[in-house]
């Protein structure tokens, strides 16, 4: 029987090692929302691990009775400096004035309106409710109906929906083995698997978890 003979020829092998993790989003990839002056939560509209669409609304806010307060005061301010300034003006044309007070009172008004105009345009005064910017996943809400939320605190973060991976974790033993680039398949723990997702490892560190 004829037998086919040729050079030892080694394939390349492979090995597979299973690592279970959840889904994050990206580095850098995490939208949260806030507001820049004291507000009041009246309700929240989504719940952790919700997915949204852009410009849906996420939670319903009304300033508080300190923001309130400083824009009667800004109010207040920006009217009495705009008489001010009416006054030194028919001054300066009876040369009772010189135009030094002129500028003074010129640049008390300008920036009496300033602060006025740019609490009007934060919404300070009205209830406003807050929406999504980018379509994504709800990852964490920081309040509740009827909390006191300081300036510039967070409230909702969101995951921009199309820039999420998986954050796995490895026996150590099988760390040197792992490496930038490396194909690796995705599939749900308790659903059906059907036809797994294929990607590639970014980042091996080396943080040990409990």
Do not use: N
Request: hydrophobic fraction near 40%.
């Amino acid at each position: 029987v004829p037998v086919p003979t040729g050079p030892p020829r080694l394939p390349p092998l492979g090995a597979t090692s299973p690592a279970y993790g959840r889904i994050v989003a990206q580095p850098g990839e995490i939208r949260v929302l806030s507001l820049p002056y004291e507000s009041i939560v009246h309700r929240v509209l989504v719940s952790t691990g919700e997915q949204i669409a852009a410009g849906a609304p996420l939670v319903e806010m009304d300033a508080s009775q300190g923001a309130r307060l400083q824009l009667h005061e800004a109010q207040a301010i920006s009217s009495a400096a705009d008489e001010a300034l009416k006054q030194v003006q028919e001054e300066y044309q009876q040369r009772l004035a010189v135009k030094t007070q002129l500028q003074q009172a010129q640049h008390a008004a300008q920036a009496a309106q300033l602060r006025l105009s740019t609490l009007e345009k934060q919404g300070v005064g009205e209830t406003r409710t807050e929406k999504a910017r980018a379509s994504g996943i709800v990852t964490r809400i920081a309040v509740q109906a009827g909390q006191l939320v300081a300036a510039g605190s967070p409230l909702i973060d969101v995951a921009i929906g199309d820039r999420i991976e998986a954050q796995l974790g490895i026996e150590p033993e099988d760390v040197p083995y792992v490496h930038d680039g490396d194909s690796i398949e995705l599939t749900p723990v308790h659903l059906d698997p059907g036809k797994p997702v294929v990607g590639h490892v970014r980042l091996v560190t080396r943080q040990v978890t409990p």
